[in-house]
């Protein structure tokens, strides 16, 4: 398995974005800089800054120097430190370190870091929150040190000081925090114009310091207040000559923190300065993009290649790979037959060959349905090899190309996989004949052999000829007719796609398979108990055809005897308790409107959803579908509509008299 911790070594093909960020970081004269390192949770950024940092740490600069490289996460002091003075002493620290040797300099931070906690004073008075500390940051960058940032920064700085001068106003006395700051007023700072000075002045008799660059990490998972000191902390007390900062962030997370703090009211549509803040406090921005999905492949094959092999055949195949994207960036850079030329096929490990044949089956559909996210690909092999060493402690094997494809549909589609899994337990052990039937009925699409000429019938294969998987199984006219709920199912565009994955699973026991999903299916003793046209029957309630699942429901109320319907219910009823945005919500309003008998069944399972699980989008069926005159009904609508939850507009527009019911 691997490590869900950032990486030191570039599986991801980033060598591009490492450069792009060395450009600026290494051109003195764009200095003082900050970078906005933008991409989503789990895209990399983390272990790209970490990339960086040995980058730059082993870069020789034309003037002889060396940059200094500070990692910073102010995610770890939050609630402990104001983030400000924690991010100034990380800084002081670091150049401690470095002028070990130069006593005036080190005389000099010693001196810096005796200020910081006179520097505290104002936030500190203002409790946790740090309003004050926010707002004087903020109007001193304005008037003093950042003109650029003028009208933006008075805006925040107004808010934030009156926010502040109330807290002010409600504290009694300042906290040991305070109390335990150097009682020598001559021997600290406590202006901040005169900390930056110093600091500056600092930074140029750093001569053998080419820059001061400071990674800034985890900024997106801090709460908005830290969010806004960290920037604040950075260009107030520490943004001066020879030094660059480098904000690694989610920059929709960043700018709803601060929309959060400092929301916007006197402009139509506006909903917050964050986007303007981050546009002023970032003055380069790189991106970090979504895998392609040969990318994604190639990143799931490095990761297989780095579990099986030692250090030096990984280093060979992963210098392969790096030659191979500088000749095509997004092509596939890695599969079975790329390692065998890398390694020599007397090299390349059974094991991994095997690996890389289910991952470069399941990748093209697993790297675009997870958006190319690399934490997420990582956390869907873990899950792959987990599962795979679990049924081995216990005796059992499993095939890692069919638990993987298996996998696929439980993270992307869990309702299909929930009816896979209900055919599974109808068949009591053994083979899923509706899924041999589904992938027939999928590979035939994809497939078609050319119609025969009128009058003439479709010509078998010859005896022992090849032909792909559509050929050989494709229906014929003389093949049993696929049931329309199988075949509707095996229609949809997603689960055709999956189906046709190798390998075909049709002829596999997945009993054992789904004893490791457990945890996401709904298993009851009821549902072995359902007699097979019922078991069927349940499968097309839950359809995504419309038209398959409102004959479902006329069955339910026409066919389905009073004896076999409670069992019937309980069961459809349970998928919608666990997943009321399917499709099982419409059967049950549906069948609660032509089946009186299931409509208090029904209500009470509406009921039972937390409102904020409840689909707004699904409110309608229910309020127009449910029968009106029904104690349950109102009951169940009332509840809702006084709920004062974001529903309850929608619940109260539905029920005005003259609104018509959907037919």
């Known amino acids: ?17 490492v450069d792009e960020l060395m450009v600026p970081l290494t051109r003195p004269r764009l200095l003082p800089l900050t970078v906005g390192l933008l991409g989503e949770w789990g895209s990399g950024k983390s272990s790209l800054l970490k990339i960086v940092a040995a980058r730059l740490e082993a870069e020789r600069p034309a003037d002889g120097g060396r940059y200094v490289v500070v990692p910073f996460s102010p995610w770890q002091f939050e609630g402990y430190d104001d983030i400000k003075i924690a991010l100034m002493d990380a800084v002081l620290t670091r150049l401690q370190a470095e002028a070990a040797s130069n006593a005036p300099a080190a005389a000099e931070i010693g001196f810096l870091r005796r200020s910081l906690n006179r520097l505290r004073r104002p936030a500190v008075f203002a409790g946790r929150a740090a309003l004050v500390g926010v707002g004087s940051a903020a109007e001193l960058a304005a008037t003093h040190y950042q003109p650029d940032l003028g009208p933006l920064a008075q805006a925040v700085a107004q808010q934030a000081t009156a926010m502040g001068n109330a ?70 007390f520490l943004h001066t000559k020879k030094t660059a900062y480098v904000i690694a962030a989610h920059p929709r997370v960043v700018e709803a923190a601060i929309d959060r703090l400092y929301p916007t009211t006197d402009r139509p549509g506006a909903t917050g300065l964050g986007a303007e803040y981050l546009e002023k406090m970032l003055q380069v921005k790189i991106t970090i993009p979504a895998l392609s999905a040969p990318e994604a492949e190639t990143y799931m094959q490095l990761l297989l290649a780095q579990l099986h092999l030692g250090e030096a055949d990984f ?65 869907f092999m873990n899950s792959v090899i987990m599962r795979q060493g ?16 298996l996998m696929v549909l439980e993270e992307l589609h869990l309702t299909d996989f929930q009816r896979l899994f209900d055919w599974q337990v109808r068949t009591e052990g053994g083979t899923v004949a509706e899924l041999v039937g ?61 189906l046709r994955l190798e390998p075909a699973l049709g002829g596999t026991d997945l009993g054992p398979y789904f004893t490791y999903a457990r945890a996401k ?41 009073a004896e076999d319907l409670p069992l019937l219910m309980e069961q459809l009823l349970a998928r919608l308790l666990r997943d009321p945005d399917s499709d099982a919500w419409d059967s049950a309003v549906e069948v609660a409107e032509k089946v009186p008998d299931t409509v208090a069944a ?19 069926s229910a309020v127009r579908r449910l029968p009106r005159d029904r104690q349950e009904v109102t009951a169940l609508l009332d509840g809702w509509q006084n709920s004062g939850h974001g529903i309850s507009t929608v619940v109260a527009g539905l029920r005005t008299p003259g609104r018509g019911r959907s037919m």
């Open 1 to 17: 398995m691997w490590s869900d911790n950032e990486a030191d070594v570039d599986l991801l093909g980033f060598d591009f974005l």
């Open 167 to 236: 807290a002010l106003d409600r504290a009694e006395q300042p906290t040991s925090a305070v109390a335990a700051a150097p009682a020598a007023d001559g021997d600290v700072l406590a202006d901040v114009a005169s900390f930056r000075s110093r600091f500056e002045s600092l930074v140029e008799t750093l001569e053998d310091v080419t820059a001061v660059i400071v990674l800034v990490d985890d900024l997106d998972r801090c709460l908005p207040g830290t969010i806004v000191d960290t920037f604040e902390g950075i260009r107030v």
């Open 315 to 379: 280093t060979t195949v992963l210098n392969g790979v790096t030659q191979r994207r500088m000749r095509s960036a997004l092509a596939v850079s890695l599969n079975q037959g790329l390692a065998v030329d890398s390694l020599g096929r007397e090299r390349m490990p059974s094991p991994l060959f095997t690996d890389m044949g289910w991952a470069g089956s399941i990748a093209p559909l697993l790297g675009t349905a997870l958006r190319g996210n690399p934490r997420q690909l990582k956390r």
């Open 390 to 405: 679990s049924a081995q402690r216990r005796g059992t094997d499993l095939d890692a190309a069919v638990l993987a494809k």
């Open 438 to 498: 589904a992938e027939q009925h999928a590979l035939a699409a994809a497939s078609p052999r050319p119609a025969p000429a009128r009058g003439q019938r479709r010509a078998s294969p010859a005896p022992g000829r090849g032909g792909d998987r559509a050929e050989e199984t494709g229906p014929t006219e003389e093949s049993s007719p696929l049931d329309p709920g199988v075949a509707s199912w095996a229609t949809q565009p997603h689960i055709a796609r999956w």
């Open 521 to 561: 299916l709904t298993v009851t003793a009821g549902a072995a108990r359902l007699p097979a046209a019922l078991q069927d029957l349940l499968v097309r309630l839950q359809s995504e055809i419309v038209a398959v699942r409102r004959t479902a429901v006329k069955s339910v109320a026409e066919t389905v005897q």
């Open 602 to 620: 029904v209500c009470h399972t509406l009921g039972r959803i937390p409102l904020d699980g409840i689909p707004v989008a699904k409110v309608p």
